[in-house]
């Protein structure tokens, strides 16, 4: 810690789900990527956890978490997408321990008042989807890619996570409706860029809470011919569990913390109906699977 002291030149602070997230960095891109992807705190909040990011020379790119302070040090991180995962994770580790409040590595989508999750490991077409989905009438997003869940009154309450939304360059190469988004925005090495959705789909279409009643698990598994199929809730918990719950960015994976997220999903997934989509097709075809098969529209 003391080793990067000297070098912070920007101090923001994050309102993430009410957690206070504060970023320390000598880099000014990310300090501007940070302002454009999370609503502000008050520099009068204290904050709950922190995120040093800086580069150094000779090193490999790394991640340290220090779960007591809630501390993370991100060192010649290339790309901002891992930069805002590890804020939210932050967020999360707190929030799982400290108020029951947990959160899926996933997106949410509202389809005529009916929240649908899309939850997925890396690279199987989560964002993609999510888009495809946003594109049609009378669907609202709330998250495209970690949303916080409460259970309140029996239900699944899906608040969102993020001021503006982390998208890939090839958005428009499936959405053509996303080539002018994708024209003004700046991409990272990862040919990733924080946007405002808003410019293209309009305020009307994103909302900060929905209740629940789908989800759809994607996996690409080009050895199967099954493109959709439902799942008992024990069948998605076991998923859950061998994708590492779908997320990479987990800082804390002991056996307390897995029995904590394992309770988590099986009480989540207990009040949902529940698809397994492969992947494999082309983008349009599954996306006409999902909307067809999974959730009927």
């Not at 495809?132 to 608040?159: M, P, Q, T, Y």
């Not at 209740?211 to 008992?232: M, Q, S, W």
């Amino acid at each position: 810690m003391e080793k990067y002291e000297d070098r912070f030149l920007y101090e923001e602070r994050a309102d993430i789900y009410g957690c206070c997230i504060k970023l320390l960095t000598d880099m000014k891109y990310v300090k501007e990527r940070w302002e454009e992807n999370f609503y502000p705190m008050s520099a009068h909040v204290r904050s709950h956890g922190r995120l040093i990011v800086t580069e150094e020379k000779s090193e490999k790119p790394k991640v340290m978490y220090d779960q007591l302070s809630k501390t993370a040090i991100l060192v010649n991180v290339d790309y901002y997408g891992w930069i805002k995962s590890i804020a939210l994770s932050v967020a999360s580790d707190m929030l799982e321990d400290e108020h029951g409040i947990n959160s899926v590595h996933g997106a949410c989508v509202d389809i005529g008042g009916q929240g649908i999750c899309l939850i997925a490991p890396p690279g199987t077409g989560k964002t993609t989807h999510t888009y495809g989905l946003l594109r049609l009438k009378g669907v609202r997003v709330i998250s495209d890619d970690w949303f916080f869940v409460r259970f309140l009154a029996e239900e699944n309450v899906a608040f969102s996570s993020e001021k503006n939304f982390y998208v890939q360059a090839d958005i428009a190469e499936t959405w053509g409706e996303y080539k002018e988004l994708v024209d003004k925005a700046e991409f990272d090495a990862k040919g990733r860029a924080v946007v405002n959705v808003r410019w293209i789909v309009g305020k009307g279409k994103i909302l900060p809470i929905t209740t629940l009643r789908t989800a759809v698990l994607l996996r690409r598994n080009p050895e199967d011919g099954t493109i959709v199929e439902k799942l008992t809730p024990e069948e998605a918990v076991a998923y859950m569990e061998t994708t590492g719950f779908c997320n990479p960015h987990l800082l804390v994976k002991d056996q307390r913390k897995n029995h904590l997220r394992r309770r988590f999903f099986r009480e989540f997934f207990s009040r949902l109906e529940i698809y397994l989509v492969n992947t494999t097709l082309p983008a349009i075809e599954t996306h006409q699977a999902i909307k067809a098969r999974a959730l009927r529209i």
